[in-house]
């Protein structure tokens, strides 16, 4: 995916995703790393109250900002769909993005549960009186079709595994 963002015309949203993750990856190396590099502390001692804080606050906002990140990626593929389709990107990127997307989805609670908000929220929208038949159609077509998709990409039921069962 690295080489992929490299070669090709930028495309600035997906900047975001990054910064949340490198954010949280910063302060977790600060708080496991540099900080008890700079303030030793003794055995069994407590830690520095700034190292608590951190901990506390990576934590705290640790899921919402996960959740934050998996539909930043999902606006991310739409936002290179669209720009396929007006020629503005490369098809390829959007090969790539769409199977990068797709291991997110196998490997991530918070892209499964991004997905699942987005249908919910689609479908609410779809049965909706005001919505015309065409857009209402398109929707019921684009879900059968990433339906589809994730059906015949699923490398676990390809090898005969499977998902693991979620409680």
């Not at 910063?26 to 900080?35: E, G, M, Q």
């Not at 684009?142 to 699923?154: A, N, T």
């Amino acid at each position: 995916m690295a080489f992929t963002w490299l070669y090709s015309k930028p495309v600035y949203p997906a900047l975001l995703p990054f910064a949340v993750y490198s954010t949280f990856h910063f302060l977790t190396y600060l708080r496991t790393n540099l900080i008890p590099t700079i303030t030793p502390t003794a055995p069994g001692a407590p830690q520095p109250a700034i190292a608590e804080t951190i901990a506390r606050f990576v934590k705290k906002n640790y899921d919402a900002s996960m959740y934050l990140v998996a539909n930043l990626e999902l606006f991310l593929w739409a936002r290179v769909f669209i720009y396929c389709l007006v020629l503005q990107n490369s098809w390829t990127l959007l090969i790539v993005y769409t199977v990068f997307l797709r291991a997110r989805y196998a490997l991530s609670i918070f892209v499964r549960d991004a997905m699942k908000g987005l249908e919910l929220r689609g479908d609410a929208l779809a049965t909706d009186a005001r919505v015309p038949e065409g857009a209402k159609n398109a929707w019921s077509i684009g879900k059968s079709v990433v339906k589809r998709f994730g059906e015949l990409s699923d490398v676990g039921k390809m090898f005969g595994g499977g998902q693991p069962k979620r409680e």
